[in-house]
C-alpha cells in the first residue's frame, strides 16, 4: 500500500477557467485569463509567476473555495462544484494553534473530521518520523523554530492521506537553507504515495527542484505562457544549483519572464540561490 510509486492521486482537468472579481459592480477585475491545465493522477505540477498573477485566485477555486468566473474544473472526473474534502492545502502562514502540540496541531483534522483517531496518530507519528521530528511531537508551536512548524504543518496537510495537494507558497516564510531541506521532505513524502499536487510558487529553483510539469503565467491578469516537463531523475539533489541540466530549465523560466518584462537585464541567469 506504501509502495513508492504507485499513484494514488487524481487526475484534476483544468477548462478554460477564469475569475473576474466584482462581475456586478461598476468596477470588475480580471484577476484571471481562461487556464486550462490536465494534471495526470499523481503528477507534481507547479505554477509560477509573478505576484498578483492570479495563482492563488486559480488554487483557491480549484478547492472548490472560490467560485468561477467562466470554466469547468474537475477533480477525479467530478465536476468542483463545492470544497473538496480529499484535498490537503497548505499555505504560507502554517496557522498552528499555540494551544496545542505539534502532535495535537496534526490530529486536528481527525478531530474535525471525525477521522479514525487511532489510524491518523499511527500516520501521523510514521510522517514525524520520516522528517526527524519526533523529538517534537509533545512540544508548542512556540517552543519550535519556524523551519519545525513549517514541517508540522506539512505533516498535518498529508496526515489523512489526501489524494490531492494544493500548495501556495508555502515554504515562502522560511530561510533559504530550511526551504532548501523543506523542498527535499517534501519531495521524498510524494514520492511515497504520490498524490496530486498543484504547488504554486514564485521560486523557480523550487518549481523545477519539485515538478514533473512548470506552467509558466504572464502577468496580471494571468494566462498560461509556458509548459515545460521536467525531465530530470528523482530524488533530485539538495543542492540543484551547480547541475547543468537544471539550469537549462531554470533559465528557461527566467528568460521567458525576461520576454514577458518581469525581469530586465538578465546578462547573468539568476541561478544559484533558491529564491526567484
Ligand atoms: P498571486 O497569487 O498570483 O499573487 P492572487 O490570485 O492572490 O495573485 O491575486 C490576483 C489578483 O486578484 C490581485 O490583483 C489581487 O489583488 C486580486 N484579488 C485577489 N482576491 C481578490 C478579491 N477577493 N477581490 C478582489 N480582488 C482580488
Redesign the pocket.
Known amino acids: 500500500m506504501d509502495e513508492p510509486g504507485h499513484a494514488s492521486g487524481q487526475r484534476i482537468q483544468i477548462r478554460n477557467v477564469s475569475k473576474v ?2 462581475e456586478d459592480t461598476a468596477k470588475p ?1 480580471r ?2 485569463k481562461p487556464v486550462s491545465m490536465d494534471i495526470r493522477a499523481g503528477e507534481f505540477v507547479s505554477v509560477v ?10 488554487m483557491l477555486m480549484v478547492a472548490g473555495l472560490l467560485a468561477r468566473t467562466s470554466g469547468d474544473i474537475l477533480v477525479g472526473g467530478s465536476m468542483v462544484d463545492r470544497p473538496l474534502t480529499d484535498v490537503g492545502i497548505a499555505f504560507q502562514d502554517h496557522l498552528l494553534l499555540d494551544f496545542r502540540t505539534a502532535l495535537g496541531n496534526v490530529m486536528l483534522h481527525a478531530d474535525i473530521r471525525g477521522l479514525p483517531k487511532g489510524d491518523i496518530e499511527a500516520r501521523a507519528k510514521e510522517l514525524f518520523a520520516q522528517l526527524r521530528l519526533e523529538h517534537a511531537m509533545g512540544k508548542y508551536p512556540r517552543q519550535l523554530s519556524g523551519g519545525m512548524r513549517q514541517r508540522v504543518s506539512l505533516i498535518r496537510t498529508l496526515v489523512h492521506d489526501p489524494s490531492v495537494i494544493l500548495m ?1 507558497e508555502p515554504f515562502g516564510a522560511l530561510d533559504a537553507l530550511t526551504r532548501l531541506q523543506v523542498r527535499s521532505d517534501l519531495e521524498a513524502l510524494w514520492m511515497r504515495r504520490r498524490p496530486t499536487v498543484l504547488f ?1 510558487t514564485h521560486s523557480v529553483e523550487e518549481a523545477v527542484g519539485l515538478s514533473d510539469r512548470i506552467f509558466v503565467m504572464s502577468p ?1 491578469p ?1 494566462e498560461v505562457v509556458e509548459e515545460i516537463h521536467v525531465d530530470l531523475p528523482r530524488p533530485r539533489p539538495i543542492a540543484l544549483g551547480d547541475a547543468p541540466e537544471f539550469g537549462h530549465y531554470v533559465d528557461r523560466i527566467y528568460r521567458q519572464f525576461e520576454r514577458m518584462g518581469v525581469l530586465h537585464g538578465l546578462s547573468v541567469p539568476g541561478r544559484g540561490g533558491d529564491e526567484a
Open positions: 472579481f466584482g477585475f484577476a484571471l509567476g509573478p505576484s498578483g498573477c492570479g495563482k492563488s485566485t486559480l501556495d504554486i496580471s494571468g
